[in-house]
């Protein structure tokens, strides 16, 4: 397929996609990036959100959360190396609200600044979590 580009969404425990896709839209550090074939390359890190890939074929696209990693782009690949990542279907928004919760109250009782690095960056992954369960539930209906 002359107008698809292969994507790998890969967390350290498994492969959670690959496969081809027609676009590719994710959460980069400086804002949204959407990547179609034949793109530029580029190396960038990405925060916690939604990964949202449109296969081929497919009425519905691919949904993954990303809790922030590493995203690589070539003319015909793009790689996201995530930290954590999780399936669409997989999204647990009690979960995520409680995490969300957890980390709220580790910033308030944070003695040092490692606790509170750690206390934003895991409230920066509910949130992002949230979000994309969100927008998941959205383009749903």
Known sequence: MANTIHVDVVSAEEQIFSG???FVALPGEQGELGIYPKHTPLITRIRPGAVRIQVPG???DEF???AGGLLE???NSVTVL???AIRGKDLDEAKANAAKKLAEEA????TGKMDYATAQAELAAA???LAAIAKLRNLKG
């Not at 910033?107 to 944070?110: M, R, V």
């Open 20 to 22: 081809e896709a027609t």
């Open 58 to 60: 497919q009425a519905e």
């Open 64 to 66: 993954v959360f990303v």
């Open 73 to 75: 782009v070539q003319p």
């Open 82 to 84: 995530a930290d954590t």
């Open 107 to 110: 910033l308030e009782n944070s």
């Open 127 to 129: 949130v992002g979590q």
